[in-house]
């Protein structure tokens, strides 16, 4: 049992039992029910579990659900220990207890990196316990880093299985029979001699009850997971009664439409406004200050969201450059070209000696890979309601960071953190950029001016698209170094590209953002942490500070680090008349999980089998958050367009609680990151994204989708990541196969024949 499994039993004020850290302030040992307070008729439990009159069984949700199925994951961790249907497992949006902190999510981007871990285990240690402790003391609620099962995997398992304990104990004391002899069904606790209770006729007694020694369910006795149970979030989105953050209706609520300067970080100058408060409907003219890394702009209130945007669009302005200068992209991209020429950048990994393997090569192979800004291009558009009464502040809000929304809401309205509420809605996609904060300070900010009636900010798709948080662009230099007897001796890898981490933590976080940027992971991993058995390896990152504003996107850096890696493989083989699959294999010779799953992607897509005329396959193989997967692409050309046609993908993600959601997933983040691949591209020119909307930002049609077909390697393992793993190896996997195909070798994304 690791992090949060230390059980603490005592007769709080509703008899409540805490499941939390050891490291817990007092008052949080008895007092998470007093922040999860029970209505009429419930008991409470613990931190996470509720009773109901009837049995049933409320869970505290401290996840947001995007479509990645966590609201069905996470009640059948608890419904597994519980002894419980999952139709009777029912979520409520949990409070900001430390206890529901995301410590897996935290603790994956630790600024720490494998060098030091090499060379300074100590250090290291020391440095894990203090964020660890952070993490726990702050008790960030973030849904992100495909984290949210392997977080909850212990802690909710123990909780679930600590109010059952409860709940028998309470059973045997009012009977006055060993617990042994009981047996549990369908949250009915039963006896030979007949006695027999459910869990909403024992809570009471059981809130008081002392859950004694403690034990999870064996694998062997598992009922529930490992089972593509109804997901629960399905009924509600099919029927339209599934709320999203657009579909908040309030008494009284107004509406407001945004303008941000088009030059990113600029602001506006003169402003006539008068042609637009004369429009029917509108209300008022708010400016907007450029809050938590967003560009400068205002926003224009109406009784519609129709002719608030109306009224905006007719706002006349002049808009300010940025004090520094216009941004560019294509500039950018020869200022990150230039340094790798020029830095030798943080070394992330080093083993053996690449200098001394480089001057004794008998040959080397050496290519450049780039990749362009992305923007997220979630399909609801960033959008915030708020209402500022009475010296509190009220948020219904689609969000990945319920806390750092209150944290931004309390500080635009100068209020308390503990006087803003927050409602979590469904999201109509995440992928990383409802970790900011930037839409609802500006929500609290119009609603500010409203006289205390809800106002809801919605962005428009141009808005969203040209004022994003993007993917960073990147450039990579690799080098090979083969010997004089054709063996592949060394493996440098050099990349280039803005920081993601320092940025978001000052905007998310101030008070965690240091003084100077260190060295972030982020933006080389999937580099620096190759499986591959070269002999000797360096791997280095140039970090830069361009001025676009960067976020976290779907997979982070190995979004892009994947397609440099493995394409640049593909391109050893073809350089040293290898078969692609036989160089992996002799390559993981020292790796046997990733070897596995290469394996199983490979025969699966019977690599090597015959084809369709015109076709051909690709490979490529990564491992992120956690899980590995390969994906074998098979690819072929229409009139010139790029045709995928089928991608098999093997995955080991350790233990899996749901196999129609991992291959969902799959399914998902390979429709994701093939819309990347083809089309993905953010161009800025004096400081404007050219792109708009999705006629010049695509995405991928139902037509061009491909068959996608997942096969899961069996684990013991705990659970590893799902939602983004997939989405790496796509873009190579691809690339590979039209080379393969027409033996053009595309190094830059997206793929352009």
Known sequence: MKRRTWLFSAAGVAGTLIVGWGVLPPRSRTGSGRLWPPAEGEITINGWIKVLPDGSVVLAMPRSEMGQGVHTALPMLAAEELDLPLS????????????????????????????????????????QWVVSKLARELGINATGGSSSVADAWTVLRVAAATARASLLGAASLQWRLPVAEFSVLDGVISHSSGKSAHYGELARFAAATPPGKVTLKERKDWKLIGQSSPRKDIPAKVDGTARFGLDVRL???????????PMLGGAPGA????????????????????????TAGFAVVGKSWWQAQQAARAVAVDWQQRPAGALDSRRIERELEAALQTQEGFTFHQQGDTNQAEAGAARHIEAVYRAPYLAHAT?????????????????????????????????VAGVAVEDVSVVVTLLGGGFGRRLEVDYVAQAVRVAMDCGGRAVQLIWSREEDTTHDFYRPMHVARLRASVDAGGQL????????????????????????????????????E???????????????????????????????????NAFFSESFIDELAFATRQDPLALRRELLKDAPRHLAVLELAAHQAGWGGPLPAGHARGVALHESFGSIVAQVAEVSLAEGQIRVHRVICAMDCGSVVHPGIVAQQIESAVVFALTAALYGQVDIHEGVVQQKNFPDYPMLRLAQAPLVQ?????????????????????????????????????RSLPLVL
């Open 88 to 127: 009777r497992i029912h979520i409520e949006q949990a409070g900001a207890d430390k206890i529901y902190g995301n410590v897996a999510m935290l603790m994956a981007n630790l600024p720490f990196h494998p060098l030091e871990a090499e060379q300074r285990p100590l250090k290291v240690k020391a440095g």
């Open 251 to 261: 008494p009284g609520m107004l509406y407001a439409a945004i303008r941000l300067c």
């Open 271 to 294: 402003v006539d406004s008068s042609t637009a408060l004369a429009m029917p409907g509108v209300e008022r003219f708010v400016r907007l200050p450029a809050y938590a890394g967003s």
């Open 379 to 411: 399909l609801e558009p960033m959008n915030c309601t708020a209402q500022v009464k009475g010296g509190k502040v009220f948020l219904w809000v689609p969000t990945q960071v319920p806390q750092l929304a209150a944290a931004i809401a309390a500080r």
């Open 489 to 524: 001796s060394s493996l440098r890898i050099r990349s280039a590209g803005d920081a993601i981490t320092p940025r978001w933590l000052e905007r998310a976080m101030p008070l965690l953002a240091g003084p100077f940027d260190a060295p972030d992971k982020t933006t080389a």
């Open 526 to 560: 999937g580099l620096f942490d190759l499986p591959y058995a070269f002999p000797s390896q360096h791997m280095s990152h140039v970090t830069t500070r361009q001025g676009v504003p960067v976020g976290f996107w779907r997979s982070v850096g190995h979004s892009h």
């Open 710 to 746: 997942t096969h899961i390697v069996s684990s013991t393992r705990p659970p590893g990541g799902v939602g983004e793993p997939g989405v790496p190896p796509l873009a190579p996997a691809v690339a590979n196969a039209l080379f393969a195909l027409t033996g053009k070798r595309l």
